[in-house]
């Protein structure tokens, strides 16, 4: 079963970035299309899904009933790779149109047998705060590079988190190769991105990153790079460019 739940208009959006949201809404319509704009994120999804769910199976204490929190879960391609292997997932995107499109793409194309359930929300971290909602495990995948406050952000993501919960977090390097390659590369020279779906200066260095964690109450368990290689992507130990962090509440 899945559904849309409307947002509070009354909480504070202090993540979001209207132009940012305006931008995503007007290609939900595309985000499914594995050779449209998004195709990157379909290009690596089933990676990042292998090394959450490596993760995962080693922290034996969480409770399958309870919900992933994919938060700024886009059309759900993440959300999906997750049910698909048995877990449950909330999944919560600022952007209506976007949240709109994961439903019809879900309604449209059911998941698999023995899938987990999928509940589709348009929100913010803040509401989910303010509601004082706790999860086991919550998702971040190529966000952070786009809220206003990342250090803010981090510690909205330690408030949801249980004790010993877990979060995995994806974002882009800040550098020279990641300036050539995720921004100029991806967005003018390949057009694998729309332009302008990238800032270089928002991007985060592993180091800042680990600050911030450490400054949420967070520890870093693991990290690993996501490497495009002559055959396609690849998890690396190279973090030069896009990147993953799986951080736990200590």
Not at 55 to 73: Q, R, Y
Request: glycine share 6%; hydrophobic share 40%; charged share 20%.
């Amino acid at each position: 079963m899945s559904t849309v739940t409307p947002p509070d208009p009354h909480n504070q959006k202090n993540s979001v970035k209207e132009d940012e949201i305006n931008r995503f809404n007007a290609i939900a319509d595309e985000w499914w299309n594995r050779t449209g704009p998004m195709s990157p994120l379909h290009e690596m999804n089933s990676l990042r899904i292998e090394w959450i769910q490596k993760i995962l199976k080693t922290h034996t204490s969480f409770d399958h009933s309870h919900p992933i929190l994919d938060i700024g879960c886009g059309v759900g391609i993440a959300s999906e790779g997750l049910a698909t292997l048995g877990y449950n997932v909330l999944g919560v995107d600022a952007a209506k149109d976007v949240i709109q499109a994961a439903q019809n793409h879900l309604d449209t194309i059911p998941l698999p047998p023995n899938s987990g359930d999928i509940t589709y929300r348009v929100g913010t971290i803040e509401e989910l705060v303010s509601e004082k909602k706790q999860f086991q495990i919550v998702n971040a995948l190529e966000l952070l590079e786009h809220v206003n406050d990342p250090q803010e952000f981090i510690q909205n993501i330690a408030t949801l988190l249980t004790d010993n919960g877990i979060t995995f977090v994806s974002t882009i390097n800040r550098n020279i190769p990641s300036f050539l390659f995720a921004k100029v590369g991806a967005e003018y020279l390949t057009r694998k991105l729309p332009v302008g779906t990238h800032q270089w200066k928002q991007f985060i260095t592993p180091a800042e990153l680990c600050k911030m964690a450490h400054n949420a109450g967070l520890r870093v368990v693991d990290i690993a790079g996501l490497t495009m290689r002559p055959n396609g992507w690849k998890i690396t130990q190279d973090v030069k460019i896009n990147y993953m962090v799986c951080l736990s509440k200590i």
